[in-house]
T-cell receptor, first 115, second 110 residues
């Protein structure tokens, strides 16, 4: 199983850049790395996905080193509304149904952004 | 955007009742999932389905069953609800990319 390890919690202030690192030492060749955001009483929401190097979208950046054993979600200039739980997910993300059994959400990282 | 709709946001049921949690998606995705989420345990996969009438057990299937008679609908069934099934239940869909989750059903079994 592609298990992930993230910090339990992080604190930041508005306007700062936040980097959340996820370890996934036994990532498989076909696995992608995906990050989700979850607010209280809501389902997780897709943020970003990558396979290697760097991926950037309008919300975040994802940095993946060459060995792919870890990844870092970068949130630029966070605001109070970025307070949420962030999950790192590793797996083939539905490209073959047998990959679903390997997906492990973990407990996520609780990010608290203060004024 | 894919929409995943769970029929109830909050449910309160009695021990021993049969409980149905319904999930409907509108984007013709083949794959659907049921997770439960508990404090300190994260999201745990109960069952998933990759086609109509097809189902596979996830990590914690005990005490649950599922039904997928139509592509757009995936039902989670608690045959005899117990207090340890009090939880947030999340439905999700996927088709070759990522998951889209519903808003969740918070079930309390008393």
């Amino acid at each position: 199983l592609a298990k992930t390890t993230q910090p339990i919690s992080m604190d930041s202030y508005e306007g700062q850049e936040v980097n959340i690192t996820c370890s996934h030492n036994n990532i498989a060749t076909n696995d992608y790395i995906t990050w989700y955001q979850q607010f209280p009483s809501q389902g997780p929401r897709f943020i970003i996905q990558g396979y290697k190097t760097k991926v950037t979208n309008e919300v975040a950046s994802l940095f993946i080193p060459a060995d792919r054993k870890s990844s870092t979600l970068s949130l630029p200039r966070v605001s109070l509304s970025d307070t949420a739980v962030y999950y790192c997910l590793v797996g083939d993300m539905g490209r073959s149904h047998t990959g679903f059994q390997k997906l492990v959400f973990g407990t996520g990282t609780r990010l608290l952004v203060s004024p | 955007d894919v929409k995943v709709t769970q029929s109830s946001r909050y449910l309160v049921k009695r021990t021993g009742e049969k409980v149905f949690l319904e999930c409907v998606q509108d984007m013709d995705h083949e794959n659907m999932f049921w997770y439960r989420q508990d404090p300190g345990l994260g999201l745990r996969l109960i069952y998933f389905s990759y086609d109509v009438k097809m189902k596979e057990k996830g990590d914690i299937p005990e005490g649950y069953s599922v039904s997928r008679e139509k592509k757009e609908r995936f039902s989670l069934i608690l045959e005899s609800a117990s207090t340890n099934q009090t939880s947030m239940y999340l439905c999700a869909t996927s088709q070759g990319g990522g998951y889209t989750f519903g808003s969740g059903t918070r079930l309390t079994v008393v």
